[in-house]
């Protein structure tokens, strides 16, 4: 405690003292200017003022001012703190230390002001100038400098804050003398610390050095993010559980899906293994869709068909197959079995003590149709002729005949899947509410065509084409048994011509 006491008691001594020797400089310019101004200004030589042993003439060293005040004393400190600087470079004009300092500080009369400082800083042999002709006018130009005096000067003026901030920074002594030796010795060693550029390299190699450190993560945060990825990695493997039901829902004997080959036909097919072939520099190879194991198709080509229309829209599913002109396509039946698959010889397993019954289908007015005659179900799927205010191939039922259908007396505890699209998706969950159902999620069909493409000229949509349908997802009462978790709720696949309402 004592310490920081008697650092405290030194500062203040320092700074009384670095008051009273502030005052005491003062006092001696003001001495030196009324001197000055009382014999009528000192003359100097036609070439330079304040250079030892210079001579006298008839020009006058200092303009005739009003007062002392008529001087800006900020500019005087703008003056010395350029003239201090290690970069200050001679011979400069008026004009030119004009320029900087009017990007300094703002001042009425700079030129004079200017002007009487460096006639002044001149005659305390602080710099040498001469009295030049700058462009329309007369001015002095600066021809060599005294550093070392200027930034003893500067640091007076300034208070030595300035001064006390750079030696900290140069890692200086914190306790410094309050003699004029030292201070001397201390402006010699700012002035050569300060005089090379390898300080600013060194402050930024240092600053990026430090930045670097800061932007490293420590070793918590390494241990933290370890931690973090190896709980992602077991929540996302599949549980015994998930496991066991997913092998339970695999097809016997492996998947009977082929793949459809991205190249469409046979031909491109092999059009474009030639031409990776010929790339890799590889011979030109032979019939290697031999090796493509891959779905292909094949053009149907009719009297009125007409290649250069390309391929039609709708493909497949197309109303006019008989007339249109486009180019339609098949399965190539040469690439639709697949000999490296072997059929499967064995069956899902049935339940002995449940009765299976063969599909049925009934063709009747859903308006009219006695519903409880077909008994219970607990999964009801339903595409209903929904009236989507468009003309289609079908008839639809307005909103109340929907309404009305009598969907609740085929299930008491179950699941309804209900296909929607454009407008019928509000309609559609206000009946599902009707029927007793509550709706508990939302399937998404994205439609492909034949090639597997996605259908970009959907037959459905008032403002854009529909490639998509939702699919209603309802829950009635309590059903037992259920799987959930195993599926996604998007459905990527081909679009069939189904029935419109089936169970």
């Not at 829902?249 to 072939?277: D, N």
């Not at 899947?417 to 994205?446: N, P, Q, S």
Request: aromatic residues 6%; hydrophobic residues 30%.
């Amino acid at each position: 405690m004592s310490d920081g006491w008697d650092e405290i008691q030194a500062l203040k001594s320092k700074r009384n003292s670095l008051r009273e020797r502030l005052e005491k400089r003062k006092k001696e310019r003001q001495d030196i200017l009324g001197t000055a101004t009382s014999t009528g200004g000192r003359s100097v030589t036609s070439t330079s003022v304040g250079s030892p042993g210079g001579s006298t003439s008839s020009t006058d060293l200092l303009p005739t001012l009003k007062s002392d005040l008529d001087a800006d004393p900020e500019v005087e400190k703008c003056l010395l703190q350029i003239a201090s600087d290690p970069g200050f470079i001679v011979p400069v004009n008026s004009n030119q230390l004009a320029a900087k300092i009017s990007r300094m500080i703002s001042c009425s009369g700079l030129n004079t002001s200017l002007n009487y400082y460096l006639q002044k800083l001149a005659l305390q042999s602080v710099m040498m100038v001469k009295e030049v002709s700058i462009e329309s006018g007369m001015g002095f130009e600066v021809i060599q400098v005294e550093q070392q005096l200027a930034l003893k000067l500067y640091q007076e003026l300034t208070g030595d804050a300035e001064m006390g901030m750079r030696v900290n920074e140069e890692g200086g002594k914190r306790k410094r003398s309050a003699d004029e030796e030292e201070d001397d010795g201390r402006v010699e060693k700012m002035t050569k610390t300060l005089s090379g550029s390898e300080k600013k390299g060194s402050n930024s190699r240092d600053s990026t050095d430090i930045m670097s450190l800061l932007s490293m993560p420590s070793t918590r945060e390494k241990q933290n993010k370890q931690v973090g990825e190896e709980i992602l990695e077991l929540l996302s493997k599949p549980t015994a559980k998930e496991r066991s039901l997913a092998e339970k829902f695999k097809s016997h004997g492996g998947a009977q899906v082929m793949e459809f080959c991205p190249h469409g036909t046979r031909a491109e097919c092999l059009r474009a293994r030639a031409a990776g072939a010929s790339e890799e520099g590889e011979s030109p190879p032979g019939d290697e869709t031999k090796d493509c194991s891959k779905l292909h198709f094949k053009k149907i080509i009719q009297s009125h068909t007409d290649e250069s229309l390309g391929d039609c829209s709708f493909l497949n599913t197309c109303f006019h197959m008989d007339s249109c002109k486009y180019v339609h396509y098949e399965v190539d039946s040469l690439t639709a079995s697949r000999p490296d698959v072997d059929t499967p010889s064995t069956k899902r397993g049935i339940d002995p003590t449940s009765t299976m019954y063969p599909p049925q289908w009934i063709q009747c007015d859903l308006r009219y149709l006695d519903m409880t005659v077909l008994g219970k179900f607990a999964v009801v799927m339903a595409d209903p002729p929904w009236d989507i205010h468009m003309e289609l191939p079908y008839g639809t039922m307005s909103d109340d005949e929907m309404r009305q259908l009598g969907v609740p007396a085929l299930q008491d505890d179950g699941l309804i899947f209900l296909w929607v699209t454009g407008r019928a998706m509000e309609l559609g969950r206000e009946c599902l509410k009707l029927w007793g159902y509550e709706r508990v999620d939302e399937l998404i069909w994205v439609k492909t065509n034949q090639l597997q493409r996605i259908i970009r000229t959907g037959r459905t949509g008032h403002w854009l084409n529909h490639g998509k349908e939702h699919c209603l997802v309802g829950m009635k009462g309590n059903p037992t048994n259920l799987n959930r978790g195993l599926d996604c709720d998007v459905i990527v696949a081909e679009v069939r011509i189904l029935p419109f309402f089936f169970i």
